[in-house]
C-alpha cells in the first residue's frame, strides 16, 4: 500500500480483512497491508526452484550488480511451514572476503538503517552458515513478526537455542531476508518484535537483532542470555 493511500479504507477491505469498524484507521490499513504481505509470501514460497531463482536474480542483477550462478545453490525442501527461500550465493563476498557491511550498504539504500555498529564484517565474528564457504540456501518461516512462528523457540535465549542444536536464522541472513521482503511485498519484517540473530555473535559473545522501529531498519544487540516476549529467534532448514 502506498503511503498516500492510507487514509483509503474501503468497505470492501474491511469486508476482505474481516475486522471490526471500531478499530483505527492506521491499524486497520496495517492490517490490511500485512495480510497482502503475507498472501504474497504464501504464493513465493510456493514456487518452484526455477520460479525461485527468477524471484532472486533481480535481486541481484539491480541491487548488489551481479549474476549468480544458480547452478550452485541447492535449495532444501520445505519442512511444514519452513519454506520461504533466502539464498546466499558465494558472490556476495568480495575480494576481501567480506560480505555483511555489503548486503547492509543495500539495505541503506532501499531504506533508512542502523546498525549497532561500525563495522560488521569486523564485529560479528561467527555465523554458523556463510557464502564464505560456498553458495548455499536456507528456507525460513512464512511470517511477518517473529513471535508469529517457530513456538519452538518461544522465550528461549541465543544459549539455549545453541544448547538444543536447534538451527536458526544468522545475521546476514536475516538482512537478505528483510530485503526479499521489502521488494516483493513492499513490506518489513519485525514491526512490533526482534528477530534474534542466534546463528550469529558478534566478538563480545554477544547475539544481533534485526526489526523495523518506526521508520527505520535496525540491527541492534542483546546479551546471549537474554530472553523477552518481544524476542525470538527464527528456524531455518538448510
Not at 475486522?19 to 504464501?42: D, G, T, W, Y
Not at 516483493?184 to 519484517?189: K, V
Amino acid at each position: 500500500m502506498r503511503e498516500t493511500d492510507r487514509g483509503m479504507i474501503t468497505a470492501a477491505q474491511v469486508i476482505e480483512i474481516g475486522v471490526s469498524c471500531n478499530i483505527s484507521l492506521e491499524a486497520m490499513a496495517h492490517e490490511i497491508e500485512r495480510r497482502r504481505a503475507l498472501k504474497m509470501q504464501s504464493q513465493i514460497a510456493g514456487a518452484d526452484d526455477e520460479q525461485t531463482f527468477e524471484l532472486w536474480r533481480p535481486i541481484f542483477q539491480e541491487l548488489f550488480g551481479f549474476t549468480p550462478d544458480f547452478s550452485l545453490i541447492k535449495l532444501p525442501q520445505a519442512q511444514g511451514n519452513l519454506v520461504l527461500p533466502i539464498l546466499m550465493p558465494k558472490e556476495l563476498v568480495d575480494s576481501k572476503n567480506r560480505f555483511m557491511e555489503r548486503i547492509f550498504g543495500v539495505c541503506k539504500e532501499l531504506f533508512p538503517s542502523w546498525k549497532y555498529a561500525n563495522n560488521l564484517d569486523k564485529s560479528i565474528t561467527h555465523n554458523d552458515r556463510t557464502p564464505q564457504n560456498g553458495s548455499y540456501a536456507v528456507r525460513v518461516g512464512n511470517h511477518l513478526e517473529a513471535t508469529d512462528g517457530d513456538e519452538i523457540l518461544k522465550e528461549l535465549s541465543a544459549n539455549a537455542i545453541r544448547q538444543k542444536n536447534i538451527a536458526t536464522i544468522t545475521l546476514p541472513e536475516r538482512k537478505m531476508l528483510e530485503i526479499y521482503t521489502f521488494k516483493t511485498t513492499g513490506n518489513h519484517l519485525d514491526k512490533r518484535d526482534w528477530t534474534l540473530c542466534s546463528g550469529s555473535r558478534d566478538s563480545d559473545g554477544n547475539v544481533p537483532g534485526a526489526h523495523w522501529y518506526g521508520v527505520r531498519f535496525g540491527v541492534p544487540w542483546c546479551y546471549p542470555q537474554s530472553v523477552s516476549g518481544l524476542l525470538r529467534s527464527r528456524v531455518v532448514v538448510s
